[in-house]
């Protein structure tokens, strides 16, 4: 598949012409100059064939993190087949622009100037400046208002080769999102970004009593995922800002993927990459950095809702620590995320290489006192920077997704039920005699359990425990959460 690079200053409109192309608003626009950071890659269907669009940085420079920007911003033009370099039509020709134009044009590439924001008639007569640049392949669009981007569509459609015609059953029949999403309020993000203060000894548990089904009616039904969907891992990075997790994400990969600075907050638009490993596809999404909801302004709250949108859709989370500098209450916040998503997790002490090693052992229990609800996630001590002990993880992520995706036989619970009750019979409520009838599992990825008995709110908090406790020595759940329906059984 051809790549289609989208080349330009800060500010041209480069994110707004990757979403229309890709017909999704997906990338984060917005009049702050740097706003794109890293390079977001999605694939296009250009008129019908499919091309992998890439969305760089502003090439600027200045400060450090401007300068890393614009360093992966002309990787990733030399890495492409087609290159768009995209100037601002309402301003004159920049000597800049033409000079990163000409150092482009002299790899020999298929490369076009597109001069954005021709917004109407008049300004087409701007366009003639531009033919100074000393190229045919000039097109004058503007994207804010969908006008004259026929004629550059033709032109990247001659560029791609027949192969990539795309067929009708796989088209994605996606509309253009033309509404922008509304910010968060600092008490909108605190109501969805917060943990919560408690949660019954973390164990996961609907006492809700609901009609009998088929799942619950015949014990060995089980809802699966199909074996694509076990296949493919998705794992989102999370942490405060500058804990590490663009680093890590690099090192995961192998390639400098994330732009990585000492500046807090680089990481805006979540970042994607997915890598094969031993027959599994990892999908890892390097997230925002969160911070104190003081803090948080502009372009950041748009980023904390793509955030939120990443972890509904992961499977796995790999919880991102600093494990150089004291904990704080924000990294347990954080952490809730991964207990409000019910998330298979990770816990990553990074940065370990300068942790003072005479507190190592303090440090993680720290971290199991401090995460009492993450008490199933394993830890892993890592530095990113030097990759030590990053190649140990991708083997870990495959362990926990196995657990995460098991499924456990109605006969195998039911041993491990009977035991339990064995050894410590149900207490009974106001006189009343609570009965277990069985237990049998009813979904995967988490795995989810039903509890099948006679009074599903007679069930003390501190017997749920217990039950937890013994299925998790009876089974593998390590890195999973274990999820658990208390069910009245009908009268089947």
Known sequence: MKKIAIIGRPNV??????????????????????????????????????????????????????????????????KADIILYM?????????????????LQAMGKDMALVVNKIDNDKMKEKLWEFYEFGTDAIFGISVA????????????????????????????????????????????????????????????????????????????RIKEFDENDINHIKIAIIGRTNVGKSSLLNALLGEERSVVSSVAGTTIDPIDETIDYKDKQLTFVDTAGLRR????????????????EMLENANMALVVLDGSEPFLDLDEKI??????????????????DIAKREEHDKIIQEVRDRFKFLAYAPI?????????????????????NENYSQRITTSQLNEVLERALRRHTL????????????????ETRPPKI???????????????????????????????????????????
């Open 13 to 78: 409109g480069k994110s707004s012409l990757f979403n229309r192309l890709i017909k999704k608003r997906d990338a984060i626009t917005s009049d702050l100059a740097g706003t794109t950071r890293d390079v977001k890659r999605k694939t296009a269907v250009i008129i019908d064939k499919e091309a992998e669009l890439l969305d760089t940085g502003g090439l600027d420079k200045g400060c450090e993190l401007f300068d890393k920007i614009k360093e992966m911003s002309l990787k990733a033009a030399y």
């Open 87 to 103: 100037v601002d039509g309402k301003g004159l020709p920049e000597e800049e622009d033409k000079k990163l134009f000409y150092e």
């Open 145 to 220: 208002h969908n006008r004259n981007t026929v004629e550059l569509l033709d032109w990247m459609y001659d560029k791609l080769p027949e192969s990539d015609i795309v067929k009708e059953d796989d088209e994605n029949d996606v509309q253009i999102v033309e509404e922008e999403k509304e910010e968060l309020s600092d008490e909108e993000f605190f109501s969805q970004y917060a943990g919560d203060e408690e949660d019954d000894d973390y164990i996961y548990w609907d006492e809700e009593e609901v009609e009998d089904d088929s799942i619950f009616a015949q014990n060995d």
């Open 293 to 308: 909801r003081g803090k948080i302004v502009g372009i950041e709250k748009f980023a904390l809702m793509r955030t939120k």
């Open 335 to 352: 952490a809730g995320l991964v207990d409000q998503n019910r998330l298979a997790c990770i816990i990553v002490l990074n940065k370990w």
């Open 380 to 400: 892993i001590t890592l530095s990113a920077k030097s990759h030590q002990r990053v190649d140990k993880l991708h083997d870990m992520i495959l362990e926990i």
């Open 427 to 442: 207490p009974s409520m106001h006189g009343q005699v609570i009965r277990i009838y069985y237990a049998t599992q009813y």
């Open 450 to 492: 039903a509890i099948v008995m006679n009074k599903p709110k007679g069930l003390h908090f501190t017997y749920r425990r217990y039950l937890t406790n013994k299925l998790r020595e009876a089974f593998n759940f390590t890195g999973t959460p274990l999820l658990f329906k208390a069910k009245k059984r009908g009268d089947k």
